[in-house]
C-alpha cells in the first residue's frame, strides 16, 4: 500500500512537471529530493493537497519565462531560422512595451531623417562624379600678378591651344543671352553659351542627338550652327528628333540646330540651354592681346599630367607669351581652377559643419538610445540570466537583444528617410541659389543606402553595449542586486553617466555652434550696405555695340531711358550705373591726387570705379555727405568731374576738405609707368557713403569713385559696361519691369531688358548661405537640445525608480523632501556639469572649425559659451527636477513594503 | 492603481522576502539538504515559522535559480544520498544586502512605531 502511494505522488508530479516542459533528468531529481525528505520526516507520500500546492508552486519556478525563445538545446540550429525565430520575438517585444519602441523609433527617425537630408546634399553637390573624370577638369583665365582675373585675349587663347603640352582637350566659351525668336511662340531669353569645339571635349559629355561642335566650327567665318539643351529640346521643340537642321533664330541671327545636348551637359552653367561655336564671331574679337574679350578657357589633363604639372606648364607658357609680347602683356599670368573646386569651395565649409552637427545629432540619440536600452535590459535581466543559467549562450542573447534594436533602427530608419523626403523637397521647392546643383538634390539609392547603413550602425551601437553588458557572467551577480531594488549596478551606474556626460557635452558644443552662427548673422545683418533697398528694382540693358559705337547715341538712349523711366506713375526716382552694389568684381583702377608725387611709379590707392547718371544715388539710396551729386550738365562738354566715397576721402585726403580737389585714375600712354602718362583729372565734387560693393562682409581695400555716364571713363570708351537700371518705386517689380520693357520697346526694339529684381531679394541672396547655416545649425542644435532633455529626464528618472527603496529608507529616516530633492538634483547636477565643462572644452578645442564661417564673431566668444552653457544647464536641471520631485512624494512605509 | 497593486502584494512580498533571508542565512555557514533547512527554521522560530514540502523547495529551486545558492547531490558515510545546498558568493551579496535592509526595515517600523506610542 505504502509503495502504490508513494508512486501515485511520484507518477502525478513527474507527469505535470512533465507538461511545463521541465527535463526528465530534472525532473527525477525533484521526485528524488521530496522523496528524501518525506523519508526524513518518517513519511511514505504526499497527501493530494500538499501535492497540488507543490505542483503549483514548482510551475511557479520551473515555467519557462514567458517571452524567451526556446534556447536549450537548440545551439546547433542553422542561422537562418534562429535569425527568424529572433525577428518575430523582436516584433514582440517591441509591441509588449510600445512607449519605449515609440520613444526609439522617434528618436531614430529623427535622427537619421536629419543625416539623411544632410547626406543627400552633400552627396549632390560635392560627392557624386558630375561628369566623368571630373577631378580633371580645370577652368583657366589670364590673371596680372598682382592677383586681378581676367578673361582670355584670343590670340593668347590660340597660342595656349598651339603651345600647351598639358590638355588633352582645351575650349574656350563666353557666356552669351541671347533671345529666342520665331515659329509661333513668344520669344524667350535664353542663357547660352558660344563655345568652342574643346568645351565638349574638356567636360567629356556625349550629344543626345546630332553632335557636338567639331574643329570646323571654330574657324573663322564658320556657319551659325546651334546645340540646344535637352530642356529646351523637350520644352520648346517637344522632343521632336527632327529639330536636327532645322533653322532657329537666336537675336536675330538664323542659326541650324545641329544637336542637343543630355541634361548632364550643364557648362558654363546648369542653366545652358542653347550653345553657339566660336568661328562665326572669332572675325570680331580684337586682334590685340591687352583686349580681353569676356573668353574664359575650360580644359581636360591629358592622361598622368598631373594638375601641378599642368599649372608649371601653362605658367612657363605664360612667361614666354610675356617675353614675346611685353607691350600687353608684361606681368599677365595664367590663372588655373580646379573645376570640381570651383563649384564646391564656397559651400564646403558650411556642409562639413551640418554634416559634422548631424552626426553630433546622431551621436546624442544614440547616447539616449543606449541608456534607454540599458534600463529596459536591466528590468529584464532576471529573464536574460535565466537564460543564460539554462544554458543559452552567450553570443545567442546577444543576437537576441541585437535583433530587437535592429529591428527599432530599420522601423526608425525608414520613417527617417521619409521624413527626409519631404524636408529635402521643401529645401529645393525654397529655391536656394547658393546651393550648387540644386537640381540634382533628391533621395536617391545613394542616399538610402546612407540611410540603412546608418540605421544597421545606430541598431548596432545602441543594442551592442547594453547587450554585452545583459549577457556578461561577470555582472550578472550585480544585477541581480539591481532586481532586488537596493541599489542599480555600479558599472551600469557609471555607464550611464557617462552617456549622460557625453550627451550633453554634444548638445552644448552644437547649441554653442548655432548660437555663434546666429551671433555671426546678427553682425552680418547689421553691417551698413550703404544703399537703401527698400522699394529698388534693378535690372540689366544690354545695347547692341555695333549700333552704339557713337559715343553720343549710346549717350543719348541712356539720358532718354532715364529721362521716361523717370517719368513712369509710381517711380520716384531712376538712375543707371554701370555696377550694383554686392555684385562683386567691376572695374578697378589705382587713383592719384593732383599735385603730390608718385612714389614707386604707384597710385595711392586702388579704387573701384563706376560710371552713374545723376538719378542713380536718389534711386539707390545712396546718401550724400558733402558736395552735390551729378547734375545734367556733367557732360562729355563740361569739366570732367568725379563722385568719391567716404573711404577715398579718409585715405586720400585725412583731414581736408576733398570738395574741388583734383584726382585722376585714368591713364593713358606711358606704357606701364604711371609715372610717365598722361592723367586725365576730374574735381571732385561730391562725396558719398562707402557702398559695400563686394558682397556684405567682404571688404577688399578698394576705395570708391563715380564719374558721370556722361562723361565715361576713357577705359569705358572702346569697351561700354552693360549699364544696370535702377528705380525706386512703389510699384511691384513686374509691373516696373513691363513699363520699362515697353518704354526701352520704344526706343529700340534690338535692346533685352533682363536680370530684374527687387534690391531686398538680391540683398536676402546675398545673405541666404549664412541665413540657411543659422536655420539649419539653428534647428540641429534645437533637436540636440530635446535630445539631451530626454536623455538626463530618463536616466534621473530611471535611477529615481531604482532607488525607491533607499530614498524610502532616507525618509523614514528623518531625510525631508527637501533633503531627497537636493541629493537627486546634485547628482544629476554632477553629471550636467561634467558634461557641459566638456562641452566647453570641446568647443573652444573646435573654434577653428568654424572660423571661416562667422562674421566679426570669435569662434571662441566667451559670450555666446557662456550664454549656451547656462541655458544647457538650466534646461537640463529643470529636466532632472521633475522625476526628483518624484522622488520626494515616496511614501516610506510603501518603498520598504515593495521589498 | 500602481499603489493599490503594491498594497495588495506587500504582504505576500514580505514573506517571500523574509523567507529568502532565513534560508540564505541558514546555509550561510555551511552546507544543508532541505529537510534540516526546513527543521532548524522551525526550531529556532521556536515553532512560530513552518516551512513545508509545498513551499520550501520551489523557494529553493528560486533561490538557486537565480545563483544565490548551489545544490549538490552528495552520499556521505553512513547516509542516504541527500541533496545540500550552498552559498554562492553572489548569493553572499544578496544576503548581506537583504540583512540590512531587514535591519533599516526593522528600525523604521520601530522608529514610526516608537513615535507613535509616545
Known amino acids: 500500500m505504502p509503495d502504490r502511494a508513494s508512486a501515485g505522488w511520484r507518477a502525478d508530479l513527474d507527469a505535470h512537471l512533465a507538461r511545463l516542459g521541465v527535463a526528465p533528468v530534472r525532473r527525477a531529481g525533484i521526485a528524488a529530493e521530496v522523496a528524501q525528505h518525506l523519508e526524513d520526516a518518517g513519511r511514505t507520500a504526499l497527501d493530494p493537497g500538499e501535492a497540488a500546492r507543490l505542483a503549483r508552486a514548482l510551475a511557479r519556478v520551473e515555467r519557462r519565462v514567458p ?52 547626406f543627400s546634399v552633400v552627396d549632390a553637390v560635392m560627392l557624386r562624379p558630375y561628369y566623368p573624370g571630373m577631378d580633371r577638369i580645370v577652368t583657366l583665365s589670364e590673371a596680372t600678378r598682382q592677383g586681378d582675373q581676367m578673361s582670355i585675349a584670343w590670340p593668347t587663347f590660340q597660342d595656349w591651344q598651339a603651345r600647351n603640352r598639358s590638355f588633352e582637350q582645351l575650349g574656350v566659351y563666353r557666356n552669351a543671352t541671347v533671345s529666342l525668336t520665331g515659329g509661333d511662340q513668344p520669344a524667350e531669353r535664353l542663357v547660352g553659351a558660344v563655345a568652342s569645339s574643346g568645351v565638349f571635349g574638356a567636360t567629356g559629355i556625349q550629344p543626345l542627338l546630332g553632335r557636338a561642335f567639331a574643329d570646323a566650327d571654330d574657324a573663322p567665318g564658320a556657319p551659325r550652327v546651334a546645340i540646344l539643351s535637352e530642356r529646351l529640346w523637350r520644352r520648346r521643340f517637344d522632343a521632336d528628333p527632327g529639330v536636327l537642321g532645322r533653322s532657329i533664330v537666336l537675336s536675330n541671327d538664323a542659326y541650324v540646330v545641329v544637336g542637343v545636348m543630355p541634361a548632364r551637359m550643364r557648362f558654363p552653367s546648369r542653366l545652358a540651354d542653347v550653345w553657339m561655336p566660336i568661328g562665326p564671331i572669332a572675325p570680331t574679337f580684337p586682334a590685340s592681346r591687352g583686349a580681353h574679350p569676356g573668353l574664359y578657357g575650360v580644359a581636360r589633363l591629358r592622361p598622368g599630367v598631373t594638375y601641378a604639372q599642368a599649372a608649371a606648364d601653362m605658367d612657363m607658357l605664360a612667361r614666354a ?33 551640418l554634416l559634422g552637427a548631424v552626426g553630433f545629432v546622431l551621436l546624442i540619440g544614440c547616447a539616449n538610445l543606449a541608456n534607454l536600452t540599458l534600463a529596459r535590459t536591466e528590468r529584464r535581466q532576471r529573464d536574460v540570466a535565466v537564460r543564460a543559467a539554462l544554458g543559452a549562450d552567450r553570443r545567442r542573447i546577444v543576437q537576441q537583444l541585437l535583433a530587437e534594436s535592429l529591428l527599432l533602427a530599420a522601423i526608425g530608419g525608414g520613417l527617417g528617410l521619409l521624413l ?3 524636408t529635402i523637397r521643401a529645401f529645393v521647392a525654397s529655391g536656394p541659389v547658393v546651393v550648387p546643383r540644386i537640381d540634382l538634390i533628391g533621395i536617391d539609392a545613394r542616399v538610402i543606402a546612407f540611410a540603412a547603413l546608418l540605421s544597421i550602425l545606430t541598431g548596432v551601437v545602441f543594442g551592442l553595449v547594453p547587450a554585452f553588458r545583459a549577457a556578461s557572467p561577470d555582472l550578472l551577480s550585480s544585477m541581480k542586486q539591481s532586481a532586488r531594488g537596493a541599489s542599480s549596478g555600479v558599472a551600469a551606474r557609471r555607464l550611464r553617466g557617462a552617456l549622460v556626460v557625453a550627451e550633453v557635452a554634444l548638445a552644448l558644443m552644437l547649441l554653442v555652434g548655432a548660437g555663434l552662427m546666429i551671433r555671426s548673422f ?43 523711366v523717370a517719368a513712369i506713375p509710381g517711380v520716384a526716382a531712376a538712375g543707371i550705373n554701370s555696377a550694383l552694389p554686392l555684385e ?19 597710385a595711392e590707392a586702388p579704387t573701384l570705379f563706376q560710371s552713374a547718371s545723376p538719378g542713380y544715388f536718389r534711386a539707390m539710396g545712396i546718401r550724400l555727405l558733402r558736395g552735390r551729386y551729378f547734375t545734367d550738365t556733367d557732360t562729355r562738354s563740361a569739366a570732367p568731374v568725379v563722385i568719391v566715397d567716404e573711404s577715398l576721402v579718409t585715405r586720400l585726403f585725412p583731414g581736408e576738405d576733398p570738395i574741388g580737389r583734383r584726382i585722376s585714375f585714368e591713364f593713358q600712354g606711358g606704357g606701364h609707368g604711371l609715372a610717365n602718362a598722361t592723367p586725365t583729372w576730374r574735381e571732385i565734387v561730391g562725396v558719398v557713403v562707402h ?30 559696361p552693360g549699364m544696370a537700371l535702377v528705380a525706386r518705386t512703389s510699384l511691384s517689380s513686374d509691373a516696373l519691369a513691363a513699363a520699362i520693357r515697353r518704354e526701352v520697346a520704344r526706343l529700340d526694339a534690338d535692346v533685352p531688358v533682363y536680370g530684374v529684381q527687387t534690391m531686398t531679394a538680391y540683398l536676402a541672396q546675398n545673405t541666404e548661405q549664412p541665413r540657411l547655416s543659422v536655420v539649419l545649425l539653428g534647428a540641429l542644435g534645437a ?104 522622488a520626494t512624494r515616496v511614501d516610506p512605509l510603501v518603498a520598504l513594503r515593495t521589498e | 492603481m500602481r499603489s493599490r497593486h503594491v498594497y495588495g502584494t506587500a504582504d505576500r512580498e514580505l514573506k517571500k522576502g523574509s523567507a529568502e533571508l532565513l534560508v540564505l542565512s541558514l546555509v550561510e555557514a555551511r552546507a544543508r539538504h532541505g529537510y534540516e533547512i526546513g527543521k532548524l527554521i522551525e526550531a529556532r522560530s521556536g515553532g512560530a515559522l513552518r516551512f513545508n514540502i509545498p513551499s520550501l523547495y520551489p523557494l529553493l529551486y528560486r533561490l538557486e535559480r537565480r545563483g544565490w545558492i548551489r545544490g549538490q547531490w552528495i552520499e556521505k558515510a553512513g547516509q542516504r544520498r541527500r541533496r545540500y545546498y550552498r552559498l554562492t558568493a553572489g548569493g553572499r551579496k544578496v544576503l548581506a544586502a537583504q540583512r540590512s535592509g531587514w535591519k533599516n526595515f526593522v528600525a523604521a517600523i520601530n522608529r514610526v512605531a516608537g513615535l507613535e506610542h509616545a
Open chain 1, 67 to 118: 517571452f524567451d525563445p526556446p534556447v536549450l538545446g537548440q545551439e546547433r540550429q542553422t542561422l537562418m531560422p534562429t535569425i527568424w525565430q529572433d525577428l518575430r520575438y523582436a516584433v514582440r517585444a517591441a509591441r509588449l512595451a510600445p512607449a519605449y519602441s515609440a520613444v526609439v523609433i522617434a528618436t531614430l527617425a529623427l535622427a537619421i531623417g536629419a543625416n539623411a537630408a544632410i
Open chain 1, 321 to 353: 607669351i610675356e617675353q614675346e609680347h611685353p607691350e600687353s602683356n608684361t606681368d599677365v599670368a595664367v590663372r588655373m581652377t580646379q573645376y570640381y573646386d570651383a563649384i564646391v569651395s564656397g559651400i564646403r565649409p558650411t556642409l562639413y559643419l
Open chain 1, 420 to 422: 527626409a523626403t519631404w
Open chain 1, 522 to 564: 546678427a553682425r552680418l545683418m547689421a553691417v551698413d550696405t550703404g544703399f537703401d533697398p527698400e522699394g529698388v528694382v534693378t535690372m540689366r540693358l544690354t545695347v547692341p555695340p555695333s549700333k552704339y559705337q557713337d559715343l553720343a547715341r549710346w549717350t543719348a538712349f541712356h539720358d532718354e531711358l532715364v529721362r521716361r
Open chain 1, 584 to 602: 562683386g568684381g567691376g572695374s578697378e583702377a589705382g587713383v592719384i591726387v593732383e599735385g603730390r608725387p608718385i612714389v614707386a611709379n604707384k
Open chain 1, 691 to 720: 557702398v559695400r560693393h563686394y558682397g556684405i562682409a567682404a571688404e577688399p581695400p578698394y576705395v570708391q569713385l563715380y564719374t558721370p555716364a556722361g562723361q565715361l571713363p576713357i577705359y569705358y570708351e572702346q569697351r561700354r
Open chain 1, 783 to 886: 533637436l540636440a537640445l530635446v535630445l539631451a532633455i530626454i536623455g538626463i529626464y530618463g536616466v534621473v528618472s530611471y535611477s529615481v525608480t531604482q532607488r525607491t527603496q533607499e530614498i524610502g529608507v532616507r525618509m523614514a529616516l528623518g531625510a525631508t523632501r527637501r533633503d531627497v530633492l537636493r541629493m537627486v538634483v546634485g547628482q544629476a547636477g554632477v553629471l550636467i556639469g561634467a558634461g557641459v565643462a566638456i562641452g566647453v572644452a570641446g568647443s573652444l578645442a573646435m573654434g577653428s572649425v568654424m572660423q571661416g564661417l562667422l562674421f566679426q564673431v570669435s569662434p571662441r566668444d566667451p559670450m555666446t559659451m557662456t550664454a549656451i552653457a547656462v541655458l544647457l544647464t538650466v534646461v537640463a536641471v529643470v529636466a532632472s527636477i521633475v522625476p526628483a520631485r518624484r
